[in-house]
């Protein structure tokens, strides 16, 4: 959400794929991707964008305290970030997330607009439920 020199970009890129595989992750049997280059991602946020309201996001802590720290001038990316968030999760039909604590309301949100979505248009999105770790 916040403006990234392209060379640390693509660093972060191939530093976060190498932790992935560090980590025994077999490419051989799961799929390894880089978001970015898939288009539906940006292209489903955009359509549930459609279905979020801007008062809900406004009042999502993340929200709150990432803008008072950028001196109460948050970007309309920063705003937007938990619907990408539940993009990311309903593109791929997805019927449980693990998620931190700090997650949980950004799930919700995929939720209800998971819900909204189906009860407009028919069946089409499961509602993911979190998993929510233990430590």
């Known amino acids: 959400t916040m403006p990234k020199e392209p060379a640390v970009l693509r660093q972060n890129i191939l530093d976060t794929t190498a932790a992935i595989l560090a980590c025994g992750i077999d490419p051989k049997k799961c799929f390894l991707f880089r978001q970015s280059l898939v288009p539906e991602h940006a292209e489903l ?3 549930l964008g459609c279905f979020t309201n801007v008062p809900r996001l406004l009042r999502l802590p ?3 305290m ?6 109460n001038e948050g970007t309309v990316g920063l705003l937007t970030y938990p619907v990408l968030q539940a993009a990311d999760i309903l593109l791929y039909k ?3 997330v693990p998620v931190g604590e ?3 309301l950004h ?3 995929a939720q209800d607009i998971a819900q909204h979505f189906n009860k407009k248009y028919g069946e089409f999105f ?3 439920k979190a998993i929510l770790s233990e430590l």
């Open 45 to 47: 946020a955009w359509i």
């Open 66 to 71: 990432k803008r008072a720290s950028q001196n």
């Open 94 to 96: 997805s019927t449980h």
């Open 126 to 128: 499961p509602v993911p």
């Open 62 to 64: 993340q929200w709150k």
């Open 102 to 104: 700090d997650q949980v």
């Open 107 to 109: 799930l919700e949100l």
